[in-house]
């Protein structure tokens, strides 16, 4: 397809249909500490989901020096419900890097991101993006499906048997770039994909990389996080107590816990259990 022909198809459903979230406003003052936050809670969660937390979280937490000085107990506490419990710390760690490296200052290339704590190619490159408009190139669920729906069609809407890898949408994904304005071409190409998903076959499902979560009830994940929104409402407590609370069965508890430490969420002293601190 011509480059100019997609961009206008593009940018055409964006001024129709362009999505607004508060994380997306050009003037605030604060625009790359909350661009970082959305990123941070956009991993695998769905947008609408995320809105509430992360204007409550900004009015917490405006700044990355306010977030670094918060326990993990209050934050993971106040994380409760987005799942992941590891982003949360992982949020934590990096707003104290870039107070105590980076003059408060979220950093603006994806070089300088990619080392701060849990913040991978996607995330770096994202947030340079979206903060200072840097014209990085990554690629997120419904950047792929935009792209696979006009780059690698099938003959049919079934899946195809050759899988699209994402080494073959980035050169495509440089040669599109807008790089005047690639803020608003990347919200564009992610609000095409998401509105794409609801009208036809999942194009994802012609990826290379295409997964389908498994279900959250009844999962390990569900057990984690019920057990670190316990210790962080109720306090410490020793694994009898916490069986009690939760009523989680004595195998999958102690599994959980032994997980929640190595991820450093949860330490144990004496056999009581708390928010493990950092």
């Known amino acids: ?26 003037g605030r003052q604060d625009i790359a500490w909350g661009v970082l936050v959305s990123e941070f809670m ?5 947008t609408h989901r995320v809105i509430p937390y992360w204007e409550r979280w900004m009015g917490l937490w405006p700044k990355p ?28 760690e990096c707003a104290k890097v870039i107070t105590e490296e980076h003059g408060g200052m979220v950093p603006g290339t994806p070089e300088e991101l990619l080392p701060l704590p849990g913040i991978g190619a996607y995330t770096a490159g994202a947030i340079s993006c979206f903060a200072y408009n840097y014209p990085a190139v990554f690629i997120e669920t419904n950047i792929r499906a935009t792209l696979i729906h006009f ?22 994904l440089e040669t599109v770039l807008d790089r005047k304005n690639p803020r608003k071409w990347y919200w564009a190409l992610m609000d095409y994909g998401a509105a794409l998903k609801k009208v036809t076959v999942n194009p994802n499902r012609r990826s290379a990389h295409y997964t389908r ?18 210790l962080a409402s109720e306090g410490p407590a020793s694994a009898k107590e916490l069986a009690a609370r939760t009523g989680i069965e004595t195998e999958s508890l102690y599994e959980a816990l032994e997980a929640l430490q190595k991820d450093s969420l949860v330490a144990e002293e004496d056999g009581m259990y708390r928010i493990g601190a950092m």
Not at 71 to 83: A, D, K, M, N, P
């Open 65 to 92: 020096p306010d977030l670094a000085k918060a326990s993990l107990e209050t934050v993971l506490r106040e994380w409760s419900g987005l799942g992941y419990n590891r982003r949360a710390r992982y949020l934590r």
């Open 151 to 172: 780059y690698f069609q099938g003959s049919s809407d079934k899946v195809s048997a050759d899988k699209v890898s994402d080494t073959e949408i980035f050169p495509i």
């Open 213 to 230: 979560q498994s279900p959250f009830t009844g999962s390990f994940r569900q057990t984690r996080g019920r057990l670190i929104r316990t």
């Open 1 to 26: 397809m011509d480059t100019r022909e997609f961009r206008k198809i593009i940018y055409a459903n964006y001024k129709e249909a362009g999505r607004v979230f508060p994380w997306r406003q050009d």
């Open 42 to 46: 956009l991993q695998q969660t769905q």
